[in-house]
């Protein structure tokens, strides 16, 4: 979505201007949005990893939420239109990290949020989705790449122990979710969340070991 009025009546931040093929949300930050407007984590500072150029969750969750985010961000420009933006609309509370899934970063954290590319590299390229920003929508042959890195990353990962996944289920079904979780078996799926007026659903997955 790229219209700037409907991402404030949403989120209740401003935004700047978006650079082609970029939008502010898409139906996974939807069900996301959602799920943690309705749920009680005792959290006190989350990693959300590829906040986007507009660091629409993190500024969300800092204003309805007060939670620290550390937000991770693969693409540089990206990371840095994400500054831009926080420098821009004042947000402290929230730090931008350069890198893949949790890059750099470091101490106690409470719940990693993600909203994985999960769109097939061969629908995105049919559909004309940006290549520019291909780290924002590329999933890979299936829709899993990225999703399957972050569960062989997080399965590994001290920071912490429970994870919310936004998918977009019409590219990558509850199932084949579950079957990228079988190597890990410290991983625990523990329930998906639905929210109205979107394909997409939030995963919850453990790490029990």
Not at 118 to 127: L, M
Not at 156 to 169: D, K, W, Y
Not at 177 to 203: I, M
Request: charge should be neutral.
């Amino acid at each position: 979505m790229r219209s700037p009025l409907l991402t404030r009546a949403l989120f209740g931040v401003d935004v700047l201007p978006l650079e082609a093929g970029d939008r502010f949300f898409d139906s996974a930050t939807l069900a996301m949005r959602h799920v943690l407007s309705r749920g009680r984590w005792k959290v006190q500072r989350v990693i959300e990893i590829g906040t986007g150029s507009s660091a629409l969750v993190a500024r969300w969750i800092v204003k309805t939420k007060g939670w620290r985010v550390a937000a991770t961000e693969l693409d540089s420009a990206v990371a840095q239109s994400a500054r831009n933006t926080l420098r821009t609309f004042e947000r402290d509370r929230i730090e931008v990290h350069e890198g893949h899934l949790f890059a750099d970063v470091t101490g106690p954290v409470d719940l990693v949020l993600f909203n994985p590319p999960f769109v097939p590299t061969a629908i995105g390229t049919a559909r004309g989705l940006s290549q520019d920003l291909r780290t924002q929508w590329d999933g890979g042959e299936d829709g899993t790449r990225v999703l399957r890195e972050f569960f062989e990353a997080f399965a590994n990962h001290g920071q912490a122990t429970e994870a919310l996944l936004a998918i977009n289920v019409r590219h990558v079904p509850e199932l084949l979710v579950e079957e990228c979780l079988l190597p890990y078996p410290n991983l625990q799926l523990e329930d998906w969340y639905s929210a109205p007026w979107t394909p997409a659903r939030v995963a919850r997955v453990l790490r029990i070991a």
